[in-house]
């Protein structure tokens, strides 16, 4: 997100944090003050964790630009684990109660449930194209796959 984009307090705000932590004030973040400004909201992730956040971003930096440090403090920080499960929650939905897996079937009922009806034609290629291991439904690895990339 582009700093841009912010209301102009929350902008400020983040200014402010920035050259707060922007101890040595070269106009950069060093991955540890990240980390700490992380910390500070509650946040704790490691210097390594944040350099991974950090470089899937822009792969070159090792330090961060105010533009570059906005994108990191507004994207949203869900553990892996709490990801897993909220996943596996909305594929329970889909796949139904006491189901392993989600059919043209059961896709299209909830779908209709939604107010977004699919024909049986296209629940069958949404089926096909997230299919991963060819089984002809959707089981919860295939789901994960999918949704999560």
């Known amino acids: 997100m ?32 990240v980390a700490a400004i992380l910390h500070s909201f509650g946040k704790p992730m490691t210097e390594a964790e944040v350099l991974d956040m950090v470089t899937e971003l822009k792969p070159e930096l090792k330090k961060l630009p105010f533009e570059d440090f906005v994108n990191v403090m ?13 996943v596996k929650e ?12 989600i059919t043209a079937a059961s896709l299209q009922e909830v779908m209709s449930s939604l107010d977004h009806p699919v024909s049986k034609l296209l629940s069958e290629e949404m089926i096909r194209e997230a299919d991963l291991d060819r089984d002809g439904k959707i089981g919860l690895e295939d789901f994960m796959r999918t949704v999560v990339l």
């Open 2 to 33: 582009s700093s841009s984009l912010l209301r102009e307090e929350d902008n400020q705000e983040l200014r402010s944090i920035f050259d707060a932590f922007d101890h040595n004030s070269d106009g950069l973040l060093d991955v540890d003050e």
């Open 90 to 101: 909305v594929f329970g939905h889909f796949a139904g109660a006491g189901n392993t897996a």
């Open 74 to 86: 507004c994207r949203p920080m869900v553990s892996e684990a709490a990801l897993r499960e909220e």
